[in-house]
């Protein structure tokens, strides 16, 4: 059975809190483990579950900022330790390629783990992946940073009062899905006449960044959007000034954006309590909603229900 969720290893920014490590998060999506942003810890919160790195295929960096990124060597060296058999791809800012290297070779080890080492170098660059579209979206921070956003190809969905009115049943269903068209009785009966189109499920995940083109191009009638709530909406000017979101403008975007379910992220330390950001946030977004902890799993919803037309 295929498995899509977020499970989330670390949810503060720049330093770690006593309740909070740092940043971290894990996305199953079928046959894909990919890794976003490994901070300090995050091989360790990994333990907590289930997830090892054998299970890894892919690891994304937005950016070079240490609470991004210091998790990477342990976890790099892991794969080798764990003899992961197969190339774990890693994608990043192609002008951090310096900081990665280092980050990679930072201490002694034998390496036997294969990366599949594919920087990011464009705007809108995307990688294909079995299971859809990887797209990289240049963000705004004093740094080179990208988001990443995962978007499933659309299917469709046979209506079966359509096809018992064409007397379609059994092994021609599957023809017709196949071609796209049937022959029966003298006519030809096409797949959209006995079909809806089933929107593909997006995943997308937004960090260190002030409101801009990429962040809404990312955030587009994403399933699931996890996005960075760094300050509230008392400190806006310092938010701008260092190229962060507060969580009522993340709030705005997803409502903004179509979104389904909101996860808000990488808290400041200088807010002890969580309830602010929720309360801050539901002033402007009505779907779901979730203030993510340390260790916490949010599954993917399900795929929009199609109407026939």
Excluded: K
Aim: hydrophobic content about 40%.
């Amino acid at each position: 059975m295929s498995m899509r969720e977020l499970v989330v290893l670390g949810t503060a920014s720049q330093a770690p809190t006593r309740q909070r490590n740092h940043n971290g998060y894990l996305l199953r999506w079928d046959d894909e483990v990919i890794l976003f942003d490994p901070g300090e810890g995050s091989q360790r919160q990994m333990l907590h579950t289930g997830i090892t790195a054998t299970d890894l295929t892919r690891i994304c960096v937005t950016h070079f900022h240490g609470d991004h990124c210091l998790g990477l060597p342990g976890m790099i060296q892991r794969l080798s330790l764990d003899r992961v058999p197969r190339p774990v791809a890693v994608h990043f800012p192609a002008g951090g390629a310096e900081y990665f290297a280092r980050l990679r070779h930072a201490s002694s080890f034998y390496e036997t783990a294969e990366l599949a080492v594919e920087p990011i170098d464009a705007d809108g660059q995307r990688i294909t992946l079995g299971i859809g579209t990887l797209e990289a979206r240049r963000l705004r921070h004093p740094i080179e940073t990208y988001g990443y956003r995962l978007v499933e190809p659309d299917g469709c969905r046979m209506l079966p009062e359509r096809l018992a009115a064409y007397g379609i049943a059994g092994p021609d269903t599957g023809r017709l899905l196949r071609d796209g068209h049937l022959d029966r009785d003298g006519r030809r009966v096409t797949r959209d006449e006995v079909s809806v189109v089933r929107p593909g499920q997006r995943f997308a995940f937004v960090m260190d960044t002030g409101l801009c083109d990429g962040v809404y191009a990312l955030a587009e009638h994403a399933d699931l959007l996890v996005i960075e709530s760094t300050f509230l909406e008392s400190e806006a000017a310092l938010a701008a000034e260092v190229g962060h979101l507060t969580a009522g403008q993340a709030a705005r975007v997803a409502a903004e954006s179509g979104v389904r379910t909101l996860v808000l992220t990488h808290f400041s330390q200088r807010y002890a309590d969580p309830r602010r950001f929720h309360d801050e946030a539901r002033e402007h977004f009505t779907g779901d909603l979730v203030i993510a902890d340390d260790l916490q799993t949010v599954q993917v919803p399900p795929r929009r229900v199609p109407s026939p037309g």
